[in-house]
């Protein structure tokens, strides 16, 4: 493959610089190299809206002057404003018609995209710490048949669970999920559910914590008196034990169900991050009979919702209880358990399946995905949480007096004119404790858009791209970025044009998985005569790469210092 007048113009630039001219003392242009790294920051709180209709539609044709958000109940400016259209998904239902319009100003219309480059990615991820093993038999086998229904050869799919068993990555390999799905639940043991089931007195997460934290009384009588039956205790003389045992029963409960709740939560978050380094439209489906979050972990369920929105994650959620009833914890037939407590454990148990639920329900509508619960139809219930929304609205805004001090904000959004519309909106957030730098900020921006599969030209760049066989499995894969400076909008100090541009070069396989990334900055100082005359059709940025035979993606990201101006585009390489 032959590089372009223009490339090798822009390659000789430096070359031509110094054997025409004296050289100056400070250099016209210097480039320095650092491995492409990426980090979370924030910039503006990312609030997801979707609208339906009452035939439960999604709505996709609204501006922003057609939303109020509200913080605390004060309302807030929406600074930044986006619709994602993604009704090219086989998997979502179909949208009603809406007529198009075109963006205004300060709005982003993005079409997905199916250009031969994997652009659609699905993670299920199931609860297997929290599920009884009939709920995981009949949820896998609903994703089985999901995804062998699945006719999108760009989408590839990965199964993982919170237990950590098994494993796999994506891929477009229905065998290998098959086998993922078949090894679901086998050899596992639930510890939390055996000490639950055999404890004495009875136990759960929730009762555990009412006792143990939160001096609960009540159902520290309730579960003594659960204590005297079980143990066959004559609470006249023995109720100092009953209450030891009580109150040791709760301790075990509540750490049991911590632990595991932790563990959902920490695989949900690195499966955030994880994703976060792929490219194109992410959807988590979290299945779960689901898990309690207390008080002291509500922070961490927010941060993976705050990580998911800053990286357009959408997370579904399906509650594999199906239809359920919130019943006692045990009935007054099964041996051990005390007949005179079982209307006020009922009480519990309700609360318990009440918080379990709105957990699932938060982590859904939180990221704008779709939360199915109350029936027993988990092929529409799997269809539907894997489905990204027919459209997504995204409002930004930056809080008005936000105090660093990481505290809970309620969020609430309305329509101007409501027309029997229903929104599923993020409830809140938690305030940072410290403030992003500019700096801080322009990294991140880089980082969502290197891990984008947006086509942004804001900037006059161009990509190519050329490989060069070292042998018959290896090559060295070169990306140039074309760079016209001229349309820059340069700074002059000292007589000189000063910018400074950012070159992101991403490189991810047919699998979207991140290989490696570089990242290069380019000072320009150009004099004015350069500028004018010797710059040609602009300067040319290389970045090669050690790669083997089989198909890739390089994202290419550039951004300058001055106008803060964005160039973003990919291109599918073949090497064979």
Known sequence: MKPSRGILAGFLLCAVLSAQTPSPPTAEVTSKDAPFTFKSGVNMVPVPVVVRDSGGHAVGNLGAGDFQLFDNGKPQMISKFSVEKLTNDAAAPAASKQPERPPVSGETLVDAKTDGIPDR??????????????????????????????????????????????????????????????????GRANATKSFQQNSCPPMTYYIGDQITNKRDDDALKMAAADAAVCASLDPRTQSDLAIAMAKQAAREAFLYGDRETTASLDTLRNLVSRMAAIPGQRTIVLISSGFLVLEDRRDEQTSVIERALRSNIVIGALDARGVYVSSMLADASQPGVNPATLTQKDSYVKTEAMIQSDVMATIAEGTGGTF????????????????????LYVLGFSPLDLKLDGKYHDLKVTLKTA???????????????????????SRQAIAEAVFSRDEVHELPAALHTQYFKTGDTDATLAAIANVDVKKLNFRKEGGRNLDNLTVVTGLFDNDGNYVSGVQKTVELRLLDDTLEKRVGSGIAVKTSFAVHTGKYVVRLVVRDSEGQLMSEQSSLVEIP
């Open 121 to 186: 990615f699905v993670a299920y991820l199931f609860d297997d710490l929290h599920m009884s093993p009939s709920d995981l038999i009949y949820t896998r086998d609903a994703a089985r048949r999901q995804i062998d229904s699945a006719g999108r050869a760009m989408e590839r799919v990965a199964i993982y669970t919170t237990s950590g068993q098994p494993l796999q990555e994506f891929t477009s390999d229905k065998e290998k999920l098959h086998s993922a799905l078949a090894a679901i639940g086998t």
């Open 419 to 441: 027309k029997g519309m229903d929104l599923q909106v993020r409830k809140g957030y938690y305030a940072p404790r410290y403030a992003a730098d500019p700096a801080e900020k």
């Open 372 to 391: 199915y619960h109350g029936t027993n139809n988990y092929d529409e219930g799997i269809s539907r949480t894997a489905a990204a929304p027919e459209y």
